[in-house]
């Protein structure tokens, strides 16, 4: 290849080039004409140059009673490297760290496509594995960044110090007891307003409605407290969590005005309510009240991890969601093809026979729409057979990422907790418990 073309070897270059990296005891001794098959690299060009001065600007230092060129570098790595001009080959241990193999690479001008495959493989493995973990670390530290700077604008604030009291109140659930106790209370509030809703629909239930009302004016309240306490309205609206909690309180208010536009100006019946389109408006906001739910995501952490995956993974979840697609219209028109000619067949249209391919690559099956020809059985069974191979393609990568950034958001709590809290010296606690014991 290029960078292993032989060069003219001068009557100098029989000699050995003595290299001393990260200050070694016995220095690498490299002959010129090893170090010259390389010569865009480092000590290539130490090797191939003719200038002293030059050489001088390729290395640290020069040491002249041994005649070594000094470099200032990590000697372990430098090891590999002084492998590849003897032996053409690089190697690369998995105990190196990726990123500074690559500074030391680039450094010495040895390219990564000269190791081995398997090496090669395993290393960018790491890289990607090391990338990923950085990447989530990047978020978790913009998240504490943008808390710090968050603090740092209540001292400029009207009633400073009083805001800062309760968005530590509603935010921060570990700060102090009744953060706590507000935490607590507001995941029970959800859970009782999804037990309420849920109680509203039977007829013999008449608590339900203002049970919900309850929960609503909390989910007001907390939401405007959390709105009068903010120090940045442009991050508070950005928020996703707080999208979430305006969703869940929005639809109950517009039940309210649509229903008393509706009595009010229409003055229909309650049993025409639902010919109208106010009525289908009105059944579109009670079925929004259910995504209340996702306020639990604002104190669970398996939730907000869930939630960081999905948006890591769009790009796998949008590759399965694709050839979910393909494979639907592809199993469907097969089977429509060779089913719909059938007496009393479900398979009447293409929309039919794409529910089915639903119903089955998803190894669902409703049972409500078969085949009924051997080909269209057959052509039933790779459809089904796709379908398991393909749900279980993506699982590892999402779990692995989801672990892992929650491994990491727990830490960053454990963090916070104890930051909060402070250190608890248990030693000082009990000497200060039997310090009266000893004057007795």
Partial sequence: EEDQEQFPVSPTKRFTLNINVGG????????????????????????????????????????????????????????????????????????????????????????IRNTQRCCRISFEERQDELNEQLRIQKLLLDEEREILEREDLFCHMHCGPARRALWNLMEKPFSSVLAKVVAVASSMFVLVSLVAM?????????????????????????????????????????????????????????????????YEDIHLDSEDIETVGVGQVLRIMRLMRIFRILKLARHSTGLRAFGFTLRQCYQQVGCLLLFIAMAIFMFSAMVFTVEHDMSNTNFTSMPHAWWWAAASISTVGYGDMFPETNLGRIFAFGCISFGIILNGMPISIVYNKFSDYYAKLKANEYTAIYKARGKVHFSRRALRRLAPNRKN
């Fill in 24 to 111: 070694t005891v016995s220095a690498y001794r490299l002959p010129y004409q090893l170090a010259a098959r390389y010569p865009k690299s480092r000590i290539g060009r130490l090797a191939t140059c003719s200038e002293h001065s030059r050489r001088l600007d390729l290395c640290d230092d020069y040491i002249v009673h041994s005649q070594e060129f000094f470099f200032d570098r990590d000697p372990s790595v430098f090891h590999h490297i002084f492998t590849f001009y003897r032996t053409g080959v690089l190697w690369i241990k998995d105990e190196l760290c990726p990123r500074s193999f690559l500074e030391e690479m680039n450094y010495w001008g040895v390219r």
């Fill in 198 to 262: 849920t109680l509203n629909t039977v007829e013999d239930m008449i608590y339900g409605e203002g049970v919900e009302t309850l929960c609503i004016a909390f989910f007001t309240l907390e939401y405007v407290l959390r709105l009068v306490s903010t120090p940045n309205l442009k991050q508070f609206g950005q928020s996703m969590l707080n999208t979430v909690d305006l969703i869940a309180i929005l639809p109950h208010y517009l039940q309210m005005v649509l229903e008393g536009f509706q």
